[in-house]
Protein backbone atom coordinates (compact mmCIF):
# COMPACT_ATOMS: atom_id res chain seq x y z
CA UNK A 1 0.00 0.00 0.00
CA UNK A 2 1.28 3.21 -1.10
CA UNK A 3 1.65 5.11 2.46
CA UNK A 4 0.10 8.40 0.26
CA UNK A 5 -3.04 6.52 0.44
CA UNK A 6 -5.69 9.54 1.25
CA UNK A 7 -4.16 12.19 0.87
CA UNK A 8 -4.00 14.52 -2.17
CA UNK A 9 -1.21 13.92 -4.84
CA UNK A 10 1.78 16.14 -4.76
CA UNK A 11 1.86 19.52 -6.39
CA UNK A 12 3.69 19.25 -9.76
CA UNK A 13 7.04 20.76 -10.77
CA UNK A 14 6.31 24.09 -12.14
CA UNK A 15 6.98 23.53 -16.13
CA UNK A 16 3.76 21.47 -15.53
CA UNK A 17 1.60 24.60 -14.14
CA UNK A 18 2.94 26.63 -16.30
CA UNK A 19 1.12 28.52 -19.01
CA UNK A 20 3.24 29.55 -22.47
CA UNK A 21 0.42 31.24 -24.20
CA UNK A 22 1.25 34.89 -23.21
CA UNK A 23 4.44 34.56 -22.96
CA UNK A 24 5.51 33.77 -26.67
CA UNK A 25 5.06 35.05 -29.66
CA UNK A 26 3.91 31.61 -31.75
CA UNK A 27 4.32 28.26 -30.25
CA UNK A 28 3.90 24.57 -31.27
CA UNK A 29 0.70 23.73 -32.28
CA UNK A 30 -0.24 19.88 -31.78
CA UNK A 31 -1.90 18.14 -35.35
CA UNK A 32 -4.35 15.09 -33.89
CA UNK A 33 -4.86 13.86 -37.42
CA UNK A 34 -0.77 12.68 -37.54
CA UNK A 35 -0.54 9.69 -35.32
CA UNK A 36 2.24 8.02 -36.50
CA UNK A 37 5.47 7.97 -38.47
CA UNK A 38 4.42 6.79 -41.44
CA UNK A 39 1.38 10.00 -41.87
CA UNK A 40 3.68 12.26 -40.52
CA UNK A 41 6.89 12.18 -43.30
CA UNK A 42 4.35 12.41 -45.76
CA UNK A 43 2.79 15.99 -44.74
CA UNK A 44 6.12 17.06 -43.65
CA UNK A 45 7.67 16.84 -47.11
CA UNK A 46 4.74 18.69 -48.86
CA UNK A 47 4.93 22.49 -47.61
CA UNK A 48 0.71 22.51 -47.40
CA UNK A 49 1.05 19.32 -45.19
CA UNK A 50 0.80 20.94 -42.05
CA UNK A 51 -0.37 24.78 -43.01
CA UNK A 52 -2.53 26.11 -40.75
CA UNK A 53 -5.34 27.95 -41.87
CA UNK A 54 -5.03 31.32 -39.99
CA UNK A 55 -2.66 32.00 -37.64
CA UNK A 56 -3.75 31.18 -34.61
CA UNK A 57 -2.07 34.63 -32.67
CA UNK A 58 -3.65 37.04 -35.35
CA UNK A 59 -6.03 35.19 -37.80
CA UNK A 60 -4.13 36.04 -40.93
CA UNK A 61 -4.70 33.79 -43.47
CA UNK A 62 -0.61 33.41 -44.94
CA UNK A 63 1.59 31.43 -43.34
CA UNK A 64 4.78 30.40 -45.11
CA UNK A 65 7.11 27.91 -44.72
CA UNK A 66 9.99 28.82 -41.88
CA UNK A 67 12.21 26.25 -41.12
CA UNK A 68 12.81 22.65 -40.52
CA UNK A 69 13.51 22.00 -36.48
CA UNK A 70 14.74 18.61 -35.74
CA UNK A 71 13.32 16.50 -32.72
CA UNK A 72 15.29 13.46 -31.94
CA UNK A 73 12.92 11.09 -30.09
CA UNK A 74 15.44 8.43 -28.21
CA UNK A 75 14.42 4.82 -27.60
CA UNK A 76 11.53 3.82 -29.38
CA UNK A 77 11.63 1.20 -32.33
CA UNK A 78 10.13 2.07 -35.30
CA UNK A 79 11.25 6.23 -35.17
CA UNK A 80 14.63 7.34 -36.56
CA UNK A 81 17.35 9.35 -35.03
CA UNK A 82 16.06 12.45 -36.51
CA UNK A 83 12.40 14.00 -37.06
CA UNK A 84 12.09 16.41 -39.08
CA UNK A 85 9.17 18.96 -37.63
CA UNK A 86 7.87 21.67 -39.79
CA UNK A 87 7.62 25.46 -38.50
CA UNK A 88 5.45 28.34 -40.35
CA UNK A 89 5.73 31.93 -39.84
CA UNK A 90 3.05 34.21 -40.15
CA UNK A 91 2.84 36.15 -43.58
CA UNK A 92 1.20 39.40 -41.63
CA UNK A 93 3.99 41.74 -40.63
CA UNK A 94 2.85 42.97 -37.78
CA UNK A 95 2.78 39.48 -36.45
CA UNK A 96 5.21 37.61 -37.96
CA UNK A 97 4.49 34.68 -35.29
CA UNK A 98 6.11 31.39 -35.79
CA UNK A 99 4.25 28.10 -35.32
CA UNK A 100 6.05 24.58 -34.89
CA UNK A 101 3.34 21.72 -36.56
CA UNK A 102 4.13 18.29 -33.62
CA UNK A 103 2.66 15.10 -34.91
CA UNK A 104 0.54 13.82 -32.15
CA UNK A 105 3.13 10.92 -31.44
CA UNK A 106 6.23 12.93 -30.39
CA UNK A 107 5.97 14.53 -26.60
CA UNK A 108 6.63 17.87 -25.99
CA UNK A 109 9.52 18.34 -24.31
CA UNK A 110 10.21 15.05 -23.20
CA UNK A 111 12.57 14.17 -26.10
CA UNK A 112 10.40 10.86 -26.71
CA UNK A 113 7.30 9.67 -28.38
CA UNK A 114 4.59 9.35 -26.14
CA UNK A 115 4.27 5.73 -26.40
CA UNK A 116 7.49 5.24 -24.68
CA UNK A 117 6.41 7.11 -21.56
CA UNK A 118 3.09 5.35 -21.85
CA UNK A 119 5.40 2.28 -21.78
CA UNK A 120 6.82 3.09 -18.53
CA UNK A 121 3.98 5.22 -16.09
CA UNK A 122 0.87 2.88 -17.37
CA UNK A 123 2.27 -0.29 -18.82
CA UNK A 124 -1.08 -2.28 -19.44
CA UNK A 125 -1.43 -2.74 -22.97
CA UNK A 126 1.28 -1.06 -24.79
CA UNK A 127 3.18 -3.08 -26.89
CA UNK A 128 6.50 -3.91 -25.90
CA UNK A 129 9.44 -2.23 -27.13
CA UNK A 130 12.08 -5.34 -26.21
CA UNK A 131 14.88 -4.29 -28.42
CA UNK A 132 14.74 -0.21 -27.51
CA UNK A 133 17.17 0.93 -25.74
CA UNK A 134 16.30 0.84 -21.54
CA UNK A 135 15.67 4.35 -20.35
CA UNK A 136 17.87 5.67 -17.31
CA UNK A 137 16.19 4.99 -13.97
CA UNK A 138 16.33 8.52 -12.99
CA UNK A 139 14.23 9.57 -16.19
CA UNK A 140 11.71 6.49 -15.13
CA UNK A 141 11.47 8.43 -11.82
CA UNK A 142 10.99 11.93 -12.96
CA UNK A 143 8.06 11.08 -15.19
CA UNK A 144 6.44 8.28 -12.52
CA UNK A 145 6.86 11.44 -10.29
CA UNK A 146 5.23 13.82 -12.59
CA UNK A 147 2.13 11.68 -13.17
CA UNK A 148 1.81 11.02 -9.64
CA UNK A 149 1.34 14.60 -9.26
CA UNK A 150 -2.29 16.68 -9.05
CA UNK A 151 -4.00 17.00 -12.07
CA UNK A 152 -6.04 19.72 -10.65
CA UNK A 153 -4.98 22.48 -13.09
CA UNK A 154 -5.84 20.10 -15.71
CA UNK A 155 -9.19 18.92 -14.45
CA UNK A 156 -10.21 23.00 -13.35
CA UNK A 157 -9.29 23.60 -17.22
CA UNK A 158 -11.49 20.70 -18.48
CA UNK A 159 -14.36 21.49 -16.21
CA UNK A 160 -14.24 25.29 -17.95
CA UNK A 161 -13.99 23.57 -21.61
CA UNK A 162 -17.21 23.97 -22.88
CA UNK A 163 -17.15 20.38 -23.74
CA UNK A 164 -20.24 17.99 -22.21
CA UNK A 165 -18.17 14.85 -22.18
CA UNK A 166 -14.78 16.82 -20.64
CA UNK A 167 -17.02 18.30 -18.00
CA UNK A 168 -18.33 14.90 -17.03
CA UNK A 169 -14.69 13.54 -17.14
CA UNK A 170 -13.58 16.45 -14.81
CA UNK A 171 -16.41 15.78 -11.96
CA UNK A 172 -15.92 12.35 -12.23
CA UNK A 173 -12.22 12.37 -11.38
CA UNK A 174 -12.36 15.69 -8.76
CA UNK A 175 -9.57 17.85 -8.21
CA UNK A 176 -8.22 15.53 -5.98
CA UNK A 177 -6.90 13.47 -8.71
CA UNK A 178 -3.69 12.76 -9.75
CA UNK A 179 -2.11 13.37 -13.27
CA UNK A 180 -2.59 9.44 -13.59
CA UNK A 181 -6.03 8.77 -12.67
CA UNK A 182 -6.74 11.09 -15.27
CA UNK A 183 -5.08 9.54 -17.68
CA UNK A 184 -6.62 6.59 -16.86
CA UNK A 185 -10.14 7.95 -16.49
CA UNK A 186 -10.04 9.98 -20.01
CA UNK A 187 -8.62 7.20 -22.05
CA UNK A 188 -11.98 4.89 -20.54
CA UNK A 189 -14.19 8.49 -21.76
CA UNK A 190 -12.48 8.22 -24.88
CA UNK A 191 -12.12 4.78 -25.67
CA UNK A 192 -8.03 5.11 -26.41
CA UNK A 193 -6.45 2.38 -27.28
CA UNK A 194 -3.11 1.69 -24.87
CA UNK A 195 -0.43 3.26 -26.72
CA UNK A 196 -1.86 6.18 -27.59
CA UNK A 197 -3.49 7.45 -23.88
CA UNK A 198 -1.04 9.52 -22.98
CA UNK A 199 -1.08 11.36 -26.69
CA UNK A 200 -4.50 11.51 -26.85
CA UNK A 201 -4.65 13.21 -23.13
CA UNK A 202 -1.07 15.68 -23.91
CA UNK A 203 -3.21 16.63 -27.20
CA UNK A 204 -6.46 17.89 -25.35
CA UNK A 205 -4.90 19.91 -22.44
CA UNK A 206 -2.64 21.52 -24.84
CA UNK A 207 -5.69 22.20 -27.26
CA UNK A 208 -7.62 23.61 -24.27
CA UNK A 209 -4.47 25.69 -22.82
CA UNK A 210 -1.84 26.05 -25.50
CA UNK A 211 1.17 25.01 -23.92
CA UNK A 212 0.30 23.57 -20.59
CA UNK A 213 1.68 19.84 -20.61
CA UNK A 214 0.40 16.65 -18.99
CA UNK A 215 4.01 15.69 -18.46
ZN1 LIG B 1 -0.12 36.17 -37.19
New binding site residues.
Partial sequence: MSPSIGLPPPSPETCLVTSRVSRFKGGTLIDDDVRDLETHLSRVCDPDGYRPGR?P????GMLHVHCYPERRPRGELGLPAVVRIIQYV?A?PE???TWRILPMFLARHLWRAWKTVERVVMPAGVPGSAAAPPIPARTEQRWRARFAASARMLVVLLAASGGVALEALASRVGLDASRAKLADAHAEAARVAPGARLAALAEQVHRLERGLRLM
Fill in positions: CRCGHCACGA
